[in-house]
């Protein structure tokens, strides 16, 4: 039985603990650092997602079979070439590959060069240049930290006077740290989410996504990393996904081969249904979070093989997807995605996982005298399946409610534009 060690701390992470934890092949799973629910189903090490050198150590020493790497900040350290180098078996691309998603401008530059449909950019790192462009233009617009922002690098103002403060945010009080802008035209229509287990030229697609990116019911609020997301989507047709796939995500894996940084992981296509057909809003080089939690659910095949074929460069596996519908209900901290408390207690999880059809993903969680405490932004995720969205919105929104605890919020309105 395999050994594998799954680097990162999330629901993404737990939702990979959790399919791994589904396969015929594996033994035994670490997860460094975990958290409260992923110890249920993992041995959680105490070593951050950065700790590269004390990761690689850990491998070695325990002679684990395959690392998976969850987190863009890991991968963003120089993971999976570390543990490359030391003749480790590792799911995720390299630094070089990972620069589609740590920067911004490297992104556009390369879909602009090779003919990748996204919206027209300009990049800045002066702040008066960036909001010259900007008031010559007109609003709404995007404005996009270059490197990583934890979900919260993108700004979409609707007047100027929030464009000016996001600017100052990102350029002269260096929020996010010391980077460049890249401001985008704004596009319009339906988003969802296609993941593609990549090796080099090889480009097998996941089932679809969408994700709900603002704070508060009705689209409103701040943008998060995620608020909840449901899967498939059933207002992208198969035109759009084969279109998709040929004009995106296949171009994208050859251009990164091209460039020099072939791409061997997970390559997250942000994408937007435009009047003028499918665009690119962003690109990832890892599992989507959300989505992560609604998509895996849905497999049918032997996670451990796709991630094997990955990291060993052998052909695919046959990828098979289930036909239950999830969807996935976000449950954060009260005032995330600005401040928040954290040590609140949550109970009632038991009660909310007495139906077959629920699976509660730890998003932000800690284990305090024998309590999940919460320890993050985003706390949980709450999955329902069922054989239509509607069934599954009730059989989530009906274990969201048993969840109790004093500080959490969660969107009633999940997957509200196809219900």
């Not at 951050?48 to 987190?71: C, H, I, M, S, Y």
Request: hydrophobic letters at 40%; charged letters at 25%; one cysteine or more.
């Amino acid at each position: 039985m395999k050994k594998v060690l799954v680097i990162g701390g999330g629901g993404r992470e737990h939702a990979i603990v959790d399919a791994l934890s589904r396969s015929a092949k594996v033994g035994k799973i670490w997860c460094a650092p975990g958290n409260a629910g992923i110890a249920a189903q993992a041995e959680c090490v105490p070593l951050k997602e950065t700790q590269v050198e004390e990761l690689k150590a850990f491998a070695l020493e325990n002679g684990v079979d395959l690392t998976v790497v969850g987190p863009e900040v890991a991968l963003a350290a120089g993971v999976a070439d570390a543990f490359a180098e030391a003749g480790l078996r590792i799911f995720g691309p390299s630094k070089d590959a990972a620069a589609i998603e740590s920067s911004k401008d490297f992104a556009k530059r390369l879909m602009a060069k090779y003919g990748i449909p996204t919206a027209s950019f300009e990049t800045f790192d002066d702040y008066e240049k960036a909001l010259g462009h900007v008031r010559s233009g007109s609003l709404p617009v995007v404005l996009k930290y270059d490197g990583l922002a934890a979900g919260k690098g993108v700004v979409i103002p609707e007047t100027m006077e929030e464009a000016e403060e996001a600017l100052k945010d990102m350029l002269l009080d260096d929020k996010f740290g010391k980077g460049k802008v890249v401001v985008e035209e704004f596009l319009t229509g339906p988003e969802f989410s296609f993941m593609c287990f990549v090796d080099g030229a090889s480009v097998t697609p996941m089932a679809l996504s969408q994700d709900h990116k603002r704070a508060y019911e009705g689209d409103k609020g701040p943008n998060t990393g995620g608020m909840g997301a449901y899967s498939p989507v059933p207002i992208i047709t198969q035109e759009d996904i084969d279109y998709s796939l040929e004009h995106v995500m296949i171009p994208a894996a050859a251009a990164m081969i091209a460039e020099g940084r072939p791409f061997k992981g997970v390559l997250y296509g942000g994408l937007m249904k435009t009047p003028s057909g499918v665009k690119v809003i962003e690109f990832n080089c890892r599992f989507g979070d959300p989505e992560t939690e609604v998509v895996l659910p849905r497999l049918e095949s032997d996670i451990y093989d796709i991630f094997s074929a990955v990291a060993d460069g052998t052909p695919m596996p046959e990828v098979k997807w289930s036909e239950e519908v999830t969807m996935g209900f976000v449950m954060a901290s009260k005032g995330y995605p600005g401040s928040y408390d954290k040590g609140y207690v949550i109970e009632g999880l038991a009660d909310a996982l007495a139906d077959p059809s629920v699976r509660i993903y730890h998003m932000g969680t800690s284990a305090k005298d024998g309590n999940a405490v919460t320890s993050g932004g985003r706390v949980l995720m709450v999955v329902g399946s069922g054989k239509t969205l509607a069934r599954a919105h009730d059989i989530a929104l009906a274990a969201v409610e048993k969840v109790k605890c004093g500080n959490l919020f969660y969107r009633r309105d999940i997957g509200w534009r196809v219900l």
